[in-house]
């Protein structure tokens, strides 16, 4: 049974930072592309990063560009994502995902999801 378990979401004010974790269990971990999407209240759910099975490339929304930085670590089952110089407007729950296929930003493409975490960022 697969499991991706989100950790660090918060309350944080505008220009400070969060690191969000999610552990993962029940996959071939290192055979995944790793992805962050986040939801605001009455919005569609949007993609924000994500991080190549090797580790080697990433990809991010243009939104969080030079904020954010996603990176994994392969050996723990982990995907992180640093999000410093944080906004209001990225106050969202955050979702990590696992895709089989790079490069996509569709969530279709993503085929396990988290339950998500709540980062609520005060101006």
């Known amino acids: 049974q697969v499991q991706l378990v989100e950790s660090g979401g918060g309350l944080v004010q505008a220009g400070g930072s969060l690191r969000l974790s999610c552990a993962a269990s029940?996959?071939?971990?290192?055979?995944?592309?790793m992805g962050w999407f986040r939801q605001a209240p009455g919005k569609e759910r949007e993609f924000v990063a994500a991080?190549?099975?090797?580790?080697?490339?990433?990809y991010y929304a243009d939104s969080v560009k030079g904020r954010f930085t996603v990176s994994r670590d392969n050996r723990k089952n982990m995907v992180y994502l640093q999000m410093d110089s944080l906004r209001p407007e990225d106050t969202a729950v955050y979702y990590c995902?696992?895709?089989?296929?790079?490069?996509?930003?569709?969530?279709?493409?993503?085929?396990?999801w988290g339950q998500g975490t709540q980062v609520t960022v005060s101006s």
């Open positions: 029940g996959l071939t971990f290192s055979s995944y592309t």
């Open positions: 995902a696992a895709a089989t296929t790079w490069g996509s930003r569709d969530r279709s493409s993503y085929v396990y």
């Open positions: 991080v190549r099975w090797t580790g080697g490339g990433m």
